[in-house]
């Protein structure tokens, strides 16, 4: 069965993009389209896509609350690939907080858009270390939510190999390099992974490191 898309962006030109380079591939099929976020949940629940291409920036409902709408309210929720000019952006923060399951650049080659879809429909988180640490240390600091993330991480009370493998994936390491710098096996790595995700209350890759990230667990700067 081939990956489904659906693809969120109030640019035509963008999605048609997006929509030549991804139905080009013979496991990749776009099954929709929407030019606003406030759209989406119901374009969700008709065609069931296994990711959503979600522009960040929309002028009714943006991609950020877009996001939160669409895992707040629909069961079995798609992956979300939040799709943005500047990967410095509070925006592009914003959304991975709410949950989106990473970032994909508009600038970026075909190769590199085919690349994610696949990645997050895999269940893999498409995080770039450099970018949420700079993210982190400049929109992150917000008192609360720092206080909030602390307390979260204290709770969690993660042993020292699930802390080590929370600052592996941190770094931005997969599954297969973590358990290579550990020289354990791969499915010992998932299952700390698994671990940490649930300690943590987090969605996915991209909530823990975030949450690391704003505890001070992993230093931001």
């Known amino acids: 069965m081939p990956v489904t898309v659906l693809i ?4 035509p030109l963008v999605r048609a993009g997006l929509r030549a380079v991804l139905d080009a591939q013979p496991d990749i099929e776009v099954v929709g389209e929407a030019a606003d976020g406030a759209a989406v ?13 979600m522009d960040v920036r929309m002028p009714l ?27 410095n952006d509070e925006y592009v923060y914003e959304a991975l907080r ?11 080659r075909p190769a590199e858009i085919v690349h994610a879809v696949r990645l997050v ?10 970018s949420v ?33 929370l600052r592996l994936m941190a770094r931005g390491l997969s ?8 020289v354990v096996g ?15 209350g987090a969605r996915d890759r991209t909530q823990a490191v975030i949450a690391a990230f704003e505890s001070g667990f992993v230093a931001p700067g």
């Open 8 to 11: 969120v962006d109030d640019e």
């Open 133 to 165: 640490r700079q993210l982190a240390a400049r929109y992150g600091d917000d008192g609360q939510g720092n206080r909030a993330a602390r307390a979260a991480l204290e709770r969690a009370r993660l042993t020292e190999r699930e802390a080590e493998v």
């Open 186 to 200: 791969t499915e010992t790595v998932k299952s700390h992974v698994s671990a940490v995700l649930a300690k943590l």
């Open 98 to 108: 709410a949950g989106a399951d990473g970032f994909l650049l508009k600038r970026a």
């Open 175 to 182: 599954n297969a390099e973590i358990a290579s710098r550990l």
């Open 41 to 53: 949940i119901p374009l969700v629940r008709r065609l069931r896509p296994d990711v959503v291409a």
């Open 61 to 87: 409902l943006d991609g950020i609350e877009a996001t939160r709408a669409v895992l707040r309210t629909v069961a079995e929720p798609p992956k979300i690939l939040v799709v943005t000019t500047f990967e």
């Open 121 to 130: 429909a895999e269940g893999e988180s498409l995080l770039f270390p450099a």
